[in-house]
Structure formats: C-alpha cells, structure tokens
C-alpha cells in the first residue's frame, strides 16, 4: 500500500504589497497510515502554512504555486473546491492553536458539532448529537451529553481545545492536522491533551501531523520530525535519532538554545542573528549568515539534500558520529 | 514626506477612485476659495438680480451679457455663480462645525478615558444618549430656539456632533490606555499629562480623522437639510439647501435645473469626502491589512 | 545580603462592579454575583539585595498580579509592598524609579509612533537623570549595552524584529538606572533562538550591573536557569518557595511535582512511553476557590484534612517553605 | 440579569426626568411660559388668571413640580394653532408616522443585510464593487435630494406613482393604516424608499464590515476545515455572528428614522409628527414643539431600554454570564 500522503516540491507563496513572500518553498515528505509527525519550526519558518496547505485553506493573497500533494493516491493540488470540501472535516481534520478564537461564540457546543456532523451526510439532528455527545465523551469531557447545550465561553480553554479535537474526530478522519493545539494551554493542561492525543491516534490508527515550536512537546509525542526554517525542510528522520544527533547545524543550535540542555546560570549557546525575511532571502543556503559552519559555498549556492534516510539540507551537516 | 507618510501616499494611489474623489475634493475647495475671482456674478448683490433673467434655462444669455451656463434661479441669479457662493458656505458651515465639534469631543472623550470613575461615567452616558438622540431632531430644534444665522448654526451642527468625536476619542483612547505601552510609559513613571499627550492622543488619531472627515460630509448635509426645511441660514446668503429648496417649487413645471444643479454639486462634494474617508478608513484599519 | 524589596501579607482583589439595580434585585431576592476575584492573597515575600527569585505558575495563578504589585504599577488591596523599607507608590501612581519593569510582549511594550532613541531617553529626561543635550549619548551607550547598533536610535519599533525590540525594552528599563528590575515574562512571546539571546543579554546586565531581579515566568525550565531562589504560585498563593536547586530537584509541594511532571523533556531515547505525566482536572475557578488547601481536587495526596483546613507556608528543616499538610 | 434590568430601567428614569427637567428649563422658565400656555392674542385678563391658574408666581421648583405633575397626567397643553390637546393631536399624527418608518427599516434590512453579507463574502467582485458604491451614495446624497429626484422621476415623469399625501387609509384597531390597501401601499411607496435609502447604505456598510472581519476570523476558518460548505457557514457562522450588533443597529435606527421622517415627510407632505413638527417650528406653536420634543424623547428611551435588553438576551456571553455591564 502507497503512504497515505505524498507532498513533493510544495511551494505556496504570498503575493503582498511588499512583495512575493515564499512561506513554503520546495517542501516534500511522506506520511505513513497512522505515522505520528511532528513539523518544528520557529515563528515564520512556514510550518503552519504548510498545515494549511495540506488541507487547502491557505488565506488570500497566498496560494499554492506549485508542487504536489497525494492524499490516499489523490492530487489535492488543483482539486475541485467542492471535493476539496468533501474531504475536510471527513479524512482530514485539522484542530487550531486557539481554542478561544476556533469555536463560535454564540452557538452551542452541540449546534457547531451537528453543523461539522451534517456537513457531511445528512442524518437527523438527533444522531448528529449523539455522535457529538459520544466524540466528546472520547476526548474526555465528562457529562457530555448534558454539556452539548453549553456555549464555549462556559468552558475552559482546555476543555475547548477538547471540543475541537472532537470536533476533529467526528467522521473518524485518516489525518489529524494540529496546529500548535497546545500552545496557548498551561502546562499542566497540555500535558493532559498529549497524552489523550498520543492514545486517540494509537487507538483509532489516525495519522497526525503535529505543527510546534516546542522540541520537547514532539520528541515525546511524535515518530518522526520535519524541521523547517524559511519556508523549507532542512532536516528530517527519526525523532531520537534526530534529536541526539541532528545533522543540520540549525537543528543543533535550536536545541543548544534550550535552557532545559544548559547548567543553570551559564550562558546558553545561541545562535546569533535572527530568521531572514522571506521578502529577499541569501542566495545559497537561507541559514548562512547564522551558520557556524558556512564557507562560501554556502553563501553562493543553495544546498542539497544529503545522507538519505535521514535528510539535512546542508552542503556540511554535522557528523552522524558526533553524537 | 516622511517615509511612513509616503508609503501611505503609495497604498492611497492604489485605489484609483479615491484619487479622483481626493482631486474633486481638491477642485471643490478651491473652486469655493476663489469663488469671487471665478464666478461671473456676485449672488449676494440684489442690485445685479434683474426679474427678467429669473428661471431661464441653462445657456441662456442674460440681459446684461452674462451667458447663465446653468440657467438662473427664482430671483434671477446666476445658478453657477450661486453655486460656487453656496459651495462656499457649505464648506465653511462644514469645516467650522466639523473642527469645533472635533475639539470638543475629542476632548470630552480623552479626558473620560483617562480620568475613568465617576467623570467617565457621566462624559460617556451623556454623549450615549446623545448618540441615541437624533442628530437632526437635535438641530432642527436647537435652530428653533437659537434662531437663524451662522453662530446659531454652527452650535447647532456641533452639539449634533461632538458626540460621536467622543465616542471615537474615548473608545481609541480606552483601547490604548490598556496598551502595553500605555502600562510601560506609567511603569517608569512618566507624568500623567505626557502619557495622555504623547503616548495616548498620537495613537488616537487615525480613527478621529476618518470621523472627522465623514462628519464634515455629514455636517454639510445636515446644513443642506436644515436650509432645505427653511430652518438654515438667511435667505440673504443662500446655501446651497437653500438653492436647492427654492427650486424644489418650479421642479413640478419642468423647470429641474433651478433645483438639480445645485444639487449635484452637494452630492459631487458629500460622496468625494466620504469616498475619502471610506479609504482612509480600510487604509487605517490594521484587521483588513495584509 | 538584606531585603530591599519585601511583600507583606499583600493581597490584590478585583471586584465586580455592584449596581444600583442589582443591589435592588438583591433585595427583591435575586441572586446577584458579588464574588470578587482575589488575585493575590496573603503573599509574603523577600527579594535580596543581588538575587534573581523566579516567580512561576500557571496562567491565572496571579503571578503577574504580585509582580505588578512589586513593581508599583498597582496597589495592593492589604498589605505593604515596601522597596528599602518605602512604598514604592502614593495612592494609585508610582512614585519610585527605583524599580522598573520589562514586559511580556515587546511588539505592544513600544509605542510604535515613537522613535526607540526617544523612547529610551524620555524617562531619565523626565526625572532629571540625565540632560536632554546628553540624551543621544546615554541611548547610544545602552543601545550598544544590549547589542544594538547605536545608529537605530532613530528608528520606528517596526523596524525591529521581536528580540530587538525585546532589546530596547531591556535599555528602556535599565537607563532608568533601577536597583529592581522586574521582568514579566520577557521571553514568552520569542522563539526559542531568540530566547537563548535574550536570556544570554539578561544574565550578562545582571552581573554587570549587580541587580536585583523578580523573574516571572510559565516557563520552568526559563526560571530555573536565570534563578537563585525561585516561589511556586498557585491560585493567588505561594504554595512553595525556595532556593531554585533545591525545589526543582526535590519539590515538596504536590502541586510542584505535578507541574514538573507535566514538562515534556526532550526524548532522546525513543518515545515509547510519555515523558510527562499530567496533573489531573482543572484549575478551579479563581471565584470561588475549593475549601482547605486549594490543590486538594487535584491533589494525589489529599486527605480529609486538607479539604478541611488550609495548610500554612511554613519552612522546613533546609529552609524551604511548603504550605502542605503531607509534605 | 434582573440587576441589569433594574438598573437600565432606573437609567431611562433618570434620563427622562433629565429631559423633563431640561425642557423645562429651556422653554418654562429662560422663556417666558406664559407664552408657551397661552395664546399670544388672548386678553390681559385671561393671562393673568392663567399666571395664577398654573401657578407661574410660584418659586421654580414647585413650577417644575407641576410641570412634572402635568407630564404624568399626559397634560401637554394645547396647541395654538388648532387648539387641540397636544396629547391627541401627536397621537393623531404617530401612526403615520410609525407606519412609514417600519415600512423603511424593513426595507434597509431585507435588502441592506444580504447585499452587505455578500459584498463582505466577496469583497473584490464587481458586485460588490456596485454594492458599495450604491452604499456611499446612499450614505452621503441628503435625504431631501433623493426625494425630490423621486418625485421628480416616478411621480411627474413617468407618472406612476402619486408624489404626496397619504391617500385612502382604513382603520384597524380605531387607526387608519395605509399598507391594507394597494392604493394605499402606492402612496406608502415612495416616502418609505426615499427614507430607507440611508438604513440600506447603513445596514449594508455594517453587515459587509461585520462579514469581512468575520470571515477573516478563525471560527471560519475552522468550519471550513470541518468541511461546512460555503452556504453553511454564511447562514449558520456568519449571519450568527453579525446578528447581534445588526439587531441593536436595527432599534436605533428605528428611532433615528422616525426622526430622520421629519424631512421625508415635508417632501412627500405625509401626514406624520414629522410633518407636524415642522408646522409647530414654522408657526411657532411652542406647546406643540414642547409636548412632541417630551414624547420623542420617551420613546427614544424606550427603544433604547429594548434594545440593551434585546442586545444581553442575544449574546448568550451575556445572557448567562448574568452581568451585562
């Protein structure tokens, strides 16, 4: 059997005022049935543009510009919008960083959810609600049935980011795109949502592409990790491996930048500069002018994919034996 | 131009509308500034009015040698002439209310923002209930008990108004005053007049010049109206509600341009003012940037 | 050392505005919500002349409110915040420069129609720390201090990135020359490479300038590295507070556990189990906070005792305090 | 919530004993009030036992107190003009009125509400293009211009409909209405288009802002990656969404257009308050002036008053949270 998603050279780009902004540029990965994928990026490094590529709700004036993405052996890329909407919400669902800002304030809880259950294939309100009440029980909402009739300002933000996971869940989708889910929750919440993550994806077999700035949330979460910076992937395989022993000099240096890796007190290994604006980027590789390890080639020629299996996009990636 | 002004400038010629409707706005200004140097015929002087010219259509040669391109009124005066008189007044009534009732209320609403308790409470429920009440009912009967002329216009126009530069100016300056800077400028601790001068007042601004500019139009219009119902200035100094108002009689005859001219150059004036706001305001709206 | 600035049974509350109408309704029987929320209750605290103390908890826990209160930017409702012994604050403004503050978002902390030259140099000028003709020099030196090109003084905040911004909002606050600075969560809305920087400039002022700091953060790993001693702040209460080392390895408080444990730590070795495990239910709401000890719903350890009556901060043998029946 | 009632309801008391008490001032007392109570042709006799009658050599207060005591009795006054009870004649006057500014609040929403969705929806289609451009027009030329062009137009041009008065009319519940009938509705027509012109520009600009914001939010957003078509989202999401400042826009612009009749209804010389205005400004009937400003402003406060209520009764964040404040 083919991986459920191929996305090979994507590139969505962003006609503004000031110009062509290339958010996403060149990206290409598969995702297996049931694969946990983590995508860390820091803030613009295009990783939540690529999530919505995925699902083709890029904001105007973005749009893709080319490349390709193969759900189940299906080209998304150019799909008519109404089989586009067919398959959003039904095998691919996506949950948002901001509970708060997701849910409809002035409808019910159940209201929205019938709305996502009959978006897809009619069924009675009745039934609708049922399954809403049986989705959000799985997510951990107690007395769900009862709660159908709340409105979302009568939750906390935890329990909302629940309601739109199962939101997500409804139809039972192959793919779960989470954009940051856990990011605006507290620590002690979000810790409660990865681990119920983690069990719904095992359990149902969903395939889950995770968007984070946060190492430590995908390493303990994830199978395998897609490091972005200015709109490309420059390093990807195992999670541990990956992690012990990145080979793109970014992916060291984000992790050198953890307190949590440094004695208390002591200076953290920064990296120097701060990311290029994607308006005009170097020639060469994007990450040169922070690089400890660039030459000249880097400067002046784009660099290429090295070490298959485990990918870096260097032209001098860290030895594997470092570690 | 500074910078920012000029990068304002690049996104306002965009929109090719606005352009023409700023150069209109422009065009009309100037036409009212010069009006004595342009107009053919000084509309006020009753010793130029002859009965013989009255209600003659546009293009009609008058008996003193004027050629009347838009016609002439019920006494006789030159439309044109009228109009750029009228346009005149119009634009004074307008700016003059709009700058007082702009000061006014600007004023009002900062200080609500700033001074909060019990000042705020009685500013903004005050201005409320005006905002609920009418702006027309409100001057038609300030009029009515004032009388007629251009103070008591003029007061009424701004009592009709303040209101809502109070309203813009407090709700700009509650959102700043919750402004991490707004905190930062009091954390340091700045004294309380620069923080409302230089730290909150800037940042109020842009929404008090789109108000701004959409109340002159709507100031102009309400003068029209009041002039219209008979309610404006002094039959002596025709706006051009007035104009239009004396017209209105002669339309049923199929004498319309005694009322049509005038006022199209009314809605040439209001609409171009407003396509202006209407631009400034997306320009200024952060929600819609991209 | 000595405490130059100490909290005393501060406690903030926000009360809801009760009408005229719903004073009536009270009387004709209705049931009017006159709960107020009480950010802040009974904190005591000494920060040390030199020390970081790192204060850290969850969102609504009232850290920052505390922090606000130490900085003179908000008045307690009880008690005294006193800096060297005087209030920082005459009824609601502050009146000391003596402590300043670094805020959370630098996008929102620089008012984007000043230039940063001007931003920086407007409260010394305005307290007579430095004169207006010697301005320029005073904001080239500290722009230089916390890494900038001393040339950008003439530029608009949005001519910066996140962390430069978060610079200048460093050179703000110390210009002011403060023997306090508070930082409210001054890296939260960076990028983690970007953080390191800032964390990097923070340690460095710090020791340069021998000042003493209140950290307030979310983050544990973020306080725990720029701390000496460091409070855990739950529901308006420190419910635990000691030297940094000592808490993080061995937290007393079960709340202190469970909010370690919820960390994700880096998995280095495979992820087959989780490398968190998370505190279970919620957080009450702040309006009307459980009975006893106010972790107990949530508490693994709690006991009919703690649902009861609340526990007392009180300091154990290695001179850390617990406020916990069973710790 | 009860709170909150209570307290809008002590509110609107406030403002119209403020209102009573400005009225007062403005015409009882800098005035001379005599003038306002009695015809300016009446005897030196009948004045004098009018001062004494309303007890106008009595301190102020206790004139206010009467004052007061005659608003509450529903005492107005009498018109000079045509000496009748001012009370009766508003009355007479109102449903005319009422009528016409329904008709056209009706007519601004039902048209201005979809437009004004669609040109949020579609912000950068020629449609939507047209849509705004009627918007600003409708927005800036003047109520009386648009009436005029109207009349000038449907009634002397192409003769369709009748340029004024209010025609045949039948009574329903003791009040003539004009809609029952066709002939009626022919002469309804015309004032009710000319007054809604400005709601529609109105209610389209609000709902094509309160859209444009909407859509760009992510609630929208995340209907979409639920997979709700288009058309959902617009009735179910978005129309949700703007309803509640629509609403509350909708009430006041009830009570801004029944003044707003005042220039309409001299226009297409309809029968209303409006109109009667007018007359009691131009032939200086002050009782008139007073008892219709004193009515007015009790309705704006009621309007208000549901308004605000209408407004916590529909936000569910308000409705249950209990404080409204």
């Known amino acids: 059997m083919s991986a459920l998603l191929e996305v090979a050279q994507l590139r969505t780009h962003f006609l503004t005022r000031a110009g062509v902004v290339k958010a996403v540029e060149g990206v290409s990965f598969t995702l297996e049935r049931g694969e946990i994928l983590g995508l860390v990026g820091e803030s613009g490094s295009g990783k939540s543009v690529t999530g919505f590529s995925l699902i083709g709700l890029v904001d105007p004036p973005g749009r893709i510009v080319s490349g390709s993405i193969r759900f189940d052996g299906q080209e998304l890329v150019g799909l008519a919008p109404d089989r586009m909407r067919a398959l959003r919400g039904k095998r691919i669902a996506m949950v948002f960083q901001d509970p708060a800002a997701t849910l409809n304030p002035v409808l019910t809880i159940g209201a929205q959810m019938a709305l996502a259950v009959q978006a897809h294939g009619g069924g009675s309100e009745r039934a609708a609600r049922d399954l809403a009440a049986r989705t959000l029980t799985r997510v951990g909402i107690p007395d769900a049935a009862a709660r159908l009739d709340a409105y979302p300002h009568e939750f906390s933000g935890g329990m909302r980011q629940r309601v739109a996971i199962a939101t997500a869940l409804l139809h039972g989708p192959e793919l779960i795109i989470a954009d940051e889910p856990t990011t605006a929750l507290d620590v002690s919440i979000q810790a409660q949502i990865l681990a119920e993550m983690k069990q719904l994806a095992k359990q149902s077999g969903t395939a889950l592409i995770w968007i984070s700035h946060d190492l430590a949330t995908v390493s303990s979460l994830a199978d395998r990790v897609l490091v972005m910076y200015a709109g490309r992937i420059v390093e990807s395989g195992p999670v541990a491996s990956v992690l012990r022993a990145p080979l793109h000099p970014y992916t060291r240096g984000l992790l050198d930048s953890l307190p949590a890796m440094a004695r208390p007190g002591e200076k953290l290994n920064q990296i120097p500069g701060s990311t290029p604006s994607l308006l005009s980027l170097p020639p060469g590789c994007p990450f040169a002018p922070r690089c400890p390890r660039a030459t000249d080639i880097c400067r002046s020629d784009p660099p290429v994919v090295t070490q298959p299996g485990r990918m870096a996009l260097c032209h001098h990636p860290l030895e594997m034996a470092a570690a | 131009m500074s910078p920012a002004l000029s990068a304002f400038w690049q996104e306002y010629r965009e929109n090719w509308i606005a352009v023409v409707a700023l150069a209109v706005v422009a065009i009309i200004v100037a036409a009212a500034l010069f009006a004595p140097w342009i107009a053919p015929q000084d509309p006020y002087d009753l010793a130029n009015l002859e009965l013989a010219n009255a209600r003659r259509p546009p293009g009609f040669v008058g008996s003193d040698g004027y050629v009347h391109w838009l016609g002439t009124d019920a006494q006789g005066r030159d439309l044109f002439s009228a109009i750029l008189y009228g346009l005149r007044i119009s634009l004074q009534m307008g700016i003059a209310a709009g700058a007082v009732a702009l000061t006014i209320g600007t004023l009002l609403g900062v200080l609500a923002a700033h001074a909060g308790g019990k000042v705020e409470a009685g500013i903004m429920r005050l201005v409320d209930l005006q905002l609920s009440f009418p702006a027309i009912l409100l001057a038609l009967v300030l009029v009515a008990v004032l009388g007629q002329g251009r103070v008591p216009l003029i007061i009424a126009l701004v009592t009709a108004q303040y209101a809502y530069f109070a309203r813009t100016a407090y709700g700009a300056a509650t959102a700043e005053r919750q402004k991490d800077y707004v905190e930062a400028a009091r954390a340091t601790p700045l004294p309380g007049r620069r923080v409302v001068f230089r730290h909150i007042l800037p940042n109020c601004l842009p929404p008090l010049i789109v108000v701004g500019t959409v109340q002159v139009a709507n100031a102009i219009a309400l003068e029209a109206t009041l002039s219209f119902l008979g309610l404006g200035l002094p039959p002596t100094e025709p706006s051009l509600g007035m104009l239009i108002a004396n017209g209105f009689q002669y339309m049923m005859s199929g004498r319309t341009w005694i009322s049509v001219y005038p006022g199209i150059a009314l809605i040439v004036l209001i609409v171009a003012i407003n396509v202006v706001g209407d631009q400034l305001r997306d320009q200024f709206n952060p929600r819609l940037r991209r | 050392m000595s405490a130059i600035l100490t909290a005393e049974h501060v406690t903030r ?315 | 919530m009860l709170g909150y009632i209570i307290q809008r309801l002590l509110q609107a008391a406030l403002v119209m004993l403020a209102m009573s008490a400005l009225v007062f001032v403005g015409v009882y007392a800098i005035g001379n009030p005599i003038d306002v109570l009695i015809s300016p042709d009446a005897t030196q006799d009948i004045r004098e036992a009018a001062i004494r009658h309303y007890g106008l050599d009595l301190p102020l207060w206790q004139q206010y107190l009467a004052f007061l005591g005659r608003l509450l009795r529903g005492d107005l006054g009498t018109s000079f003009v045509l000496n009748i009870p001012v009370t009766d004649l508003v009355f007479s006057r109102l449903p005319a009125t009422l009528e016409l500014a329904l008709a056209s609040v009706l007519i601004g929403a039902f048209i201005g509400i979809p437009l004004g969705v669609y040109a949020g929806y579609r912000p950068e289609s020629p449609l939507s293009r047209g849509i705004m451009a009627f918007s600003v027009l409708g927005f800036s030329v003047p109520t009386f211009w648009i009436g005029l062009i109207l009349i000038l137009t449907f009634a002397v041009n192409l003769d369709w409909l009748p340029a004024g008065d209010r025609g045949p009319t039948v009574e329903v519940l003791g009040v003539g209405w004009s809609f029952l009938t066709w002939e009626g509705l022919q002469f309804l027509l015309l004032p009710a288009l000319n007054l809604s012109l400005f709601k529609l520009a109105m209610m389209i600009r609000l709902s094509r802002a309160g859209t444009r914001e909407v859509m760009l939010s992510d609630t929208v957003k995340f209907a979409r990656a639920a997979g709700l078509s288009e058309l959902t989202i617009l009735r179910r999401h978005v129309l949700r969404l703007i309803s509640i400042p629509l609403v509350t826009v909708f009430g006041l612009e009830f009570g801004s257009t029944l003044a707003f009749a005042v220039v309409t209804e001299t226009i297409f010389s309809w029968p209303g308050v409006g109109k009667l205005i007018i007359d009691s400004i131009t032939s200086l009937d002050r009782p008139v002036m007073v008892g219709y400003l004193v009515l007015v402003a009790f309705l704006f406060v009621t309007i208000n008053l549901v308004v605000d209520l209408t407004y916590a009764l529909l936000d569910p964040r308000l409705r249950r949270g209990g404080r409204a404040a």
């Open chain 3, 13 to 327: 509350r926000f009360s809801p505005r009760v009408t005229l109408g719903d004073r009536i309704a009270g009387l004709l029987g209705a049931k009017v919500d006159r709960r107020a929320v009480q950010a802040v209750t009974d904190v005591s605290l000494q920060v040390q002349q030199g020390e970081t103390l790192g204060l850290v908890g969850e969102s609504g826990c009232g850290k920052s409110t505390l922090g606000r209160m130490l900085a003179g930017i908000l008045p307690p409702s009880e008690g005294a915040v006193r800096l060297s012994g005087a209030s920082p604050m005459r009824g609601k403004h502050k009146t000391t420069t003596r402590i300043q503050t670094v805020f959370q978002d630098p996008n929102a902390s620089l008012n984007p129609r000043i230039r940063i030259g001007d931003t920086i140099a407007e409260g010394p000028i305005s307290h007579g720390l430095v004169t207006r003709a010697n301005a320029p020099a005073m904001v080239a030196e500290w722009l230089s201090r916390v890494g900038l090109d001393p040339a950008f003084a003439t530029r608009f905040p949005h001519q910066f990135s996140g962390g430069q911004r978060q610079r200048v909002a460093i050179a703000r606050a110390l210009a002011m020359q403060p023997e306090v600075l508070v930082c409210d969560e001054p890296v939260a809305s960076l990028d983690v490479s970007i953080q390191a920087q800032i964390l990097n400039l923070f340690l460095d002022l710090r020791q340069q300038l021998g000042l003493t700091c209140l950290f307030i953060s979310h983050d544990l790993s973020v306080v725990r590295h720029v701390s000496d001693r460091v409070a855990v702040m739950y529901l308006g209460r420190i419910v635990e507070m000691g030297e940094a080392a000592k808490v993080y390895a061995a937290p007393r408080h079960p709340y202190t556990q469970g909010l370690l444990d919820s960390v994700p730590k880096l998995m280095l070795g495979g992820n087959e189990g989780l490398s968190f495990k998370p505190i279970s239910g919620e957080l009450p709401s702040p309006l009307s906070p459980p009975p006893g000890c106010a972790f107990n719903p949530r508490c693994p350890k709690a006991t009919e005792l703690c649902r009861r009556e609340r526990p007392p901060l009180t300091a154990r043998e290695d001179g850390t305090l617990v406020a916990c029946h069973h710790a």
